[in-house]
């Protein structure tokens, strides 16, 4: 009994090891929908402590494609994706929007850029753009990538998949992995500051700031980047 146990064991672990493989770093990626002048614009010339009237004058969030990590990272730091959104946010959302910078805890330094419109929120951080929400190209849950290279096959860059759901719960977002697992990441204000809580027990403080700073108009490179062939 125990040795069929332990064969069975000897064929099912690397088929799960190989599917998750595949599913981490091969399958295929979401076709990129995010307006290609976003990409192109640089979004480290605006002023971030002006924020747009969420007024109801202009898009709904569901009119305006999906935003997604154009291949591991983007080349620099985009335009909004939610420039021309006007939908007024639902009753349990907090306004977190503007341009972020980690000042206190464990990621001091990390910059990024929360938008919020209606039901829909994007972060642009670090080379990756998270989009969850109703869109007029895809589904609601973010379908990206975690941004580091982990490694590389001739000249193209693998790097693993992520995605998650964004809901709003006392006043608090909350990302469930995979759209109904469990919750890896919080970020919620406490007074002036905005505090992100990781899956891995840290914790940072973040400051408003209005500018991006320079360092950040282009991601910094992470993961192994091994070179495979």
Same mark, same amino acid.
């Given at each position: 009994?125990?040795?069929?146990?332990?064969?069975?064991?000897?064929?099912?672990? #690397?088929?799960?090891?190989?599917?998750?493989?595949?599913?981490?770093?091969?399958?295929?990626? #979401?076709?990129?929908? =995010? !307006?290609?002048?976003?990409?192109?614009? /640089?979004?480290?010339?605006?002023?971030?402590?002006? @924020? *747009?009237?969420?007024?109801?004058?202009? $898009?709904?969030?569901? %009119?305006?494609?999906?935003?997604?990590? *154009?291949?591991?990272?983007?080349?620099?730091?985009?335009?909004?994706?939610?420039?021309?959104? =006007?939908?007024?946010? #639902? *009753?349990?959302? %907090?306004?977190?929007?503007?341009?972020?910078?980690?000042?206190?805890?464990?990621?001091?330094?990390?910059?990024? &850029?929360?938008?919020?419109?209606?039901?829909? =929120?994007?972060?642009?951080?670090?080379?990756?753009?998270? !989009?969850?929400? *109703?869109?007029?190209?895809?589904?609601?849950?973010?379908? %990206?990538?975690?941004?580091?290279?982990?490694?590389?096959?001739? /000249?193209?860059?693998?790097?693993?998949? =992520?995605?998650?759901?964004?809901?709003?719960? !006392?006043?608090?977002? !909350?990302?469930?992995?995979?759209?109904?697992?469990?919750?890896?990441?919080? &970020?919620?204000?406490?007074? /002036?500051?905005?505090?992100?809580?990781?899956a891995d027990g840290s914790i940072t403080r973040m400051n408003?700031?209005?500018?991006?700073?320079?360092?950040? $108009?282009? #991601?910094? @490179?992470?993961?192994?980047?091994?070179?495979?062939?």
């Amino acid at each position: 009994m125990i040795k069929r146990i332990l064969i069975s064991l000897a064929v099912i672990l #690397p088929a799960v090891m190989i599917a998750l493989l595949w599913l981490a770093f091969f399958s295929p990626r #979401p076709p990129l929908t =995010t !307006d290609a002048a976003t990409l192109a614009g /640089d979004g480290s010339t605006l002023d971030y402590c002006r @924020l *747009p009237e969420l007024d109801g004058t202009g $898009k709904n969030a569901r %009119d305006i494609a999906k935003g997604n990590t *154009p291949g591991c990272a983007y080349s620099h730091f985009p335009l909004p994706i939610l420039a021309d959104c =006007t939908e007024p946010l #639902p *009753p349990e959302a %907090d306004d977190i929007r503007g341009l972020w910078r980690g000042v206190a805890g464990d990621k001091i330094g990390h910059v990024e &850029r929360v938008e919020q419109c209606g039901h829909r =929120t994007v972060i642009t951080a670090a080379g990756i753009i998270h !989009d969850y929400g *109703p869109n007029s190209t895809a589904g609601l849950n973010t379908n %990206d990538t975690e941004g580091g290279v982990t490694f590389t096959i001739g /000249d193209k860059a693998y790097c693993p998949r =992520t995605s998650a759901a964004m809901i709003w719960q !006392d006043k608090a977002l !909350d990302f469930h992995v995979f759209g109904w697992g469990p919750v890896v990441v919080r &970020r919620y204000m406490d007074g /002036d500051q905005l505090i992100w809580e990781y899956a891995d027990g840290s914790i940072t403080r973040m400051n408003r700031i209005c500018r991006l700073p320079e360092e950040h $108009k282009m #991601p910094r @490179l992470r993961g192994a980047q091994l070179k495979l062939f």
